[in-house]
């Protein structure tokens, strides 16, 4: 991949999945395969639910595939980006185990979308329970990571990033505290979902700017203060 295009892998991490979930919506209500509504807010259909029926399940499958894989990237090239930071290898190769989990279970999640028959239904609800864990996983070790590397540049970021990885286990205990006092099910989890791929997508941008105020890049190793190094790879 081209310097240009490992720069961009944020970028391409948080567009390509956000872009598909929404048109695979929109082409799911215009041919009134799901409910009409504002998915997150009401929750009226799952994000999965918008990928079930050809033309938009091609859509799905097309966008959701390459998502994977560039995911992977992402996660290694965060990886390295912590190495070149000075952080424990442990931690960089804990890193790139979990990116493997996170594109293995969204690629079975995509290829096993609307069969019906069993086991393809329990494997689409592990699918995407590991990658949602493994995501989330990934996201606070590299918080946890990259906490010590910060500068003045990037403290700002730091807490976006601290907000987003936040953001997703409190998502998830608001929708249990409103479906015991009577919200429907589905609608709760519906909307936890779509909400949540939203500030993942989020997560991924800022992690982006962090690169770029530390001059990480294809090329170049980071320092301290925020510049571009010597030549490292």
Not at 27 to 51: D, N
Not at 147 to 166: C, E, G, H, I, N
């Amino acid at each position: 991949m081209s310097q240009f295009g490992l720069r961009a892998l944020p970028l391409w991490a948080a567009l390509l999945p956000f872009i598909t979930f929404n048109v695979c919506y929109l082409v799911a209500v215009s041919l009134e395969h799901v409910s009409a509504c504002i998915p997150y807010l009401a929750g009226c259909t799952s994000i999965s639910s918008t990928g079930r029926i050809a033309p938009e399940s091609l859509i799905f499958k097309a966008g959701a595939l390459p998502s994977a894989v560039i995911f992977v990237l992402f996660w290694f090239r965060c990886s390295t980006f912590l190495q070149l930071g000075g952080q424990a290898g442990s931690r960089a190769i804990a890193l790139r185990v979990i990116a493997i989990l996170v594109g293995l279970s969204l690629v079975l999640h995509a290829v096993t979308l609307g069969l019906s028959d069993e086991p393809y239904p329990a494997l689409r609800r592990k699918a995407i329970d590991g990658f949602a864990l493994s995501s989330l996983a990934a996201q606070v070790l590299f918080v946890i990571a990259y906490r010590p590397m910060r500068v003045d540049d990037t403290r700002r970021l730091f807490r976006w990033l601290v907000a987003f990885s936040v953001a997703l286990p409190a998502l998830g205990f608001a929708a249990e505290v409103a479906k015991w006092v009577g919200a429907p099910r589905h609608a709760a989890n519906n909307i936890v979902a779509w909400n949540a791929s939203a500030f993942m997508c989020a997560y991924y941008i800022v992690v982006g700017r962090v690169w770029q105020r530390h001059g990480f890049c294809s090329q170049f190793s980071i320092t301290s203060g925020g510049r571009a190094a010597s030549p490292s790879e």
